[in-house]
């Protein structure tokens, strides 16, 4: 039986083994990175929405520490691959490959995995990094960015609803 999608966030939550003590990474960054690409996805043509929210996440959910960390990338797509997802095949290598390659500059021609990577890239700003429109994959998060106006996203989670599981609320 597939997981549902609040199965996979606590999953994702509970088997991660970084001991996060900035807000670097963990769930306020997921909840973000989901934020992104759902507003991007309306905007992109041809995006598949659950694997961009499967991709909000699972993407960190395997890394070691909040800081330099090159590998979480790969072991939190060999991780998902054992998960039952009810994917299409089509899907599942959508999400590994976006989920494997996230941390790397590569532009892809598949508009889910555009979306993927910009939705994370666009949440740069947590690090005290303003995002390159040129490291960008699609054109809304680019133009969003050369206009620095990425902090207008705020309103579109409470639009959307976004907010983490019920069974994370209680955690710090």
């Not at 997921?30 to 043509?45: C, K």
């Not at 997802?85 to 390659?101: C, I, K, N, S, Y």
Request: net charge negative; charged share 25%; proline share 6%.
């Amino acid at each position: 039986m597939a997981l549902t999608l609040e199965d996979v966030w606590t999953l994702a939550w509970e088997t991660q083994q970084a001991v996060y003590t900035t807000r670097h990474h963990g769930l306020d960054h997921w909840v973000r990175v989901e934020r992104n690409g759902l507003w991007l996805a309306e905007r992109v043509e041809g995006v598949d929405t659950m694997v961009v929210r499967l991709f909000a996440a699972l993407h960190d959910c395997q890394r070691w520490d909040d800081g330099h960390d090159p590998d979480h990338g790969p072991r939190a797509a060999d991780f998902l691959s054992t998960l039952e997802l009810g994917l299409t095949p089509g899907q599942l290598v959508a999400l590994e490959t976006a989920v494997r390659t996230h941390t790397r500059p590569h532009l892809h021609e598949d508009p889910t995995i555009q979306v993927c990577h910009d939705a994370d890239r666009l949440d740069l700003g947590r690090i005290l990094i303003i995002p390159n429109p040129k490291f960008l994959n699609t054109e809304p998060a680019r133009e969003l960015a050369a206009r620095r106006a990425i902090q207008g996203l705020d309103a579109v989670t409470e639009r959307l609803g976004l907010t983490w599981p019920e069974a994370f609320r209680a955690t710090p």
